[in-house]
C-alpha cells in the first residue's frame, strides 16, 4: 500500500513547541536514538472487524473469531524500516512482501502489512487539552488480503529476519506473556439477511403484530455473510416470486455481488420491479463459499411480501 506521507496518514503532525510539550508530557526529552537491542513484541492480537481484540481463550475454553479479522503487532522501539517497506522511486512507501506468514492447512494466506513507527508502546491516551494526535506505537498492521477461510485453524508468525531491529543486529523477541505465534480457529461461513421483521406484539400499526410489514417494488435485498464469498456464491442464491401461490412466469430476479463489499450479495427486481401482491422466497444454499472453496455451514432461507 502506497502512502505519501505516513505523518499524513495517521495526522501526527507536529510543530517543534507541540513536540517538546508532548516528550514532557510522556517523560523523556526529544531524540531521534534507538534503544539498541533486540526489539520487544509486547503486543500481538487478532482485532475484529468491529475493532476490538478478540479473545481467544476465555474460561469457556478456546473462541473462535471472525474470518475478516486482521492481527496488530505491538513493538517497544522501533524496528529496521529496510525490513518492512521499500521506498518507491517517486519517494512513497510501499508495504515489503513476506514480513509476515499467515497460513492454514490449505497453505500460506496472502496478506499486506502496514508499519507505523510513531507512538510510543506504552502511551495509551494524549489529554485531549493538548490537542495532540498520538499513535500507539511501533507497530504492524497484517490484513489478509481476501479473508480468512471459514472454520479453519490459522496461525500467524513475523518474519523474524525482516521484522528485526533499527541497526539490522537483532531480530524481534516475543515479551513474556505474549502469545506466539498466534493460532487460533475462524468461525465457520455464516449468513444473514435484511428481512424484514415480523411485528412485535403489542404494538399498534396497519401491519399486525407477528407480520412482517410489506416491501416497496424497488426492494433489495442484502445477502450478508461473515467473509469474504467466492464468484461460485451467486448460483447458490435462487428467488422464488409467487402471486397467490402462483409461480409469475418470466420473472426473473436478478442477483449481484456489492461491489464495495464482497461479503454482501443483493436480490433485487428487474426494471419493472417486484409484482404487486408478490411473495418472495429467497434460498441461499451450501454450495456458497469462501474464497478459501469453504462452504456455508447450514442453509438459510429470507422471505418477504410486496405490498400490494
Known amino acids: 500500500m502506497k502512502r505519501?506521507?505516513?505523518n499524513l496518514m495517521t495526522g501526527s503532525i507536529f510543530t517543534l513547541p507541540a513536540l517538546t510539550l508532548l516528550a514532557g508530557v510522556i517523560g523523556c526529552d526529544p531524540t531521534n536514538r534507538v534503544t539498541p537491542g533486540a526489539p520487544a513484541l509486547v503486543a500481538f492480537s487478532v482485532v475484529t472487524p468491529a475493532g476490538e481484540a478478540a479473545e481467544l481463550v476465555t474460561e469457556a475454553g478456546p473462541q473462535s473469531?471472525?474470518?475478516?479479522?486482521?492481527?496488530?503487532?505491538?513493538f517497544d522501539r522501533i524496528l529496521d524500516p529496510t525490513g518492512v517497506?521499500?521506498?518507491?522511486?517517486d519517494g512513497g512507501l510501499t508495504a515489503k512482501e513476506g514480513v509476515a506468514d499467515v497460513r492454514w492447512t490449505g497453505g500460506a494466506i496472502e496478506s499486506t502489512s502496514f508499519y507505523i513507527p510513531n507512538g510510543?508502546?506504552?502511551?495509551?491516551?494524549?489529554?485531549?487539552?493538548?490537542?495532540l494526535p498520538f499513535n500507539v506505537g511501533p507497530s504492524?498492521?497484517?490484513?489478509?488480503?481476501?479473508?480468512?477461510?471459514?472454520?479453519?485453524?490459522?496461525?500467524?508468525?513475523?518474519?523474524?529476519?525482516?521484522?528485526?531491529?533499527?541497526?539490522?543486529?537483532?531480530?524481534f523477541v516475543p515479551d513474556v506473556g505474549v502469545p506466539y505465534p498466534l493460532t487460533f480457529q475462524t468461525e465457520p461461513l455464516q449468513v444473514t439477511t435484511d428481512e424484514p421483521q415480523p411485528v412485535a406484539k403489542g404494538v399498534v400499526g396497519p401491519v399486525?403484530?407477528?407480520?412482517?410489514?410489506?416491501?416497496?417494488?424497488?426492494?433489495?435485498?442484502?445477502?450478508?455473510?461473515?467473509?469474504?464469498?467466492?464468484?461460485?456464491?451467486?448460483?447458490?442464491?435462487?428467488?422464488v416470486v409467487t402471486v397467490a401461490g402462483v409461480p409469475v412466469p418470466g420473472f426473473r430476479p436478478l442477483t449481484a455481488q456489492d461491489p464495495m463489499n464482497p461479503a454482501v450479495w443483493?436480490?433485487?427486481?428487474?426494471n419493472s420491479g417486484w409484482p404487486a401482491g408478490a411473495a418472495v422466497m429467497v434460498t441461499i444454499g451450501t454450495t456458497a463459499m469462501d474464497n478459501?472453496?469453504?462452504?456455508?455451514?447450514?442453509?438459510?432461507t429470507a422471505s418477504f411480501t410486496v405490498a400490494q
Do not use: C, W, Y
Open 140 to 171: 504492524l498492521t497484517i490484513t489478509p488480503a481476501s479473508g480468512l477461510p471459514s472454520g479453519a485453524t490459522v496461525t500467524v508468525k513475523l518474519n523474524a529476519e525482516k521484522v528485526r531491529s533499527h541497526d539490522q543486529l537483532h531480530s
Open 120 to 131: 510510543h508502546h506504552k502511551l495509551t491516551f494524549i489529554p485531549a487539552a493538548f490537542g
Open 266 to 270: 443483493m436480490v433485487s427486481p428487474p
Open 4 to 6: 505519501l506521507s505516513r
Open 85 to 89: 517497506e521499500v521506498v518507491d522511486s
Open 65 to 74: 473469531v471472525p474470518p475478516l479479522s486482521h492481527f496488530f503487532a505491538l
Open 208 to 239: 399486525p403484530p407477528g407480520q412482517s410489514p410489506p416491501v416497496t417494488a424497488d426492494f433489495v435485498l442484502h445477502v450478508t455473510f461473515n467473509n469474504h464469498t467466492a464468484p461460485i456464491t451467486m448460483d447458490a442464491i435462487q428467488a
Open 292 to 300: 478459501f472453496r469453504v462452504a456455508l455451514a447450514a442453509p438459510a
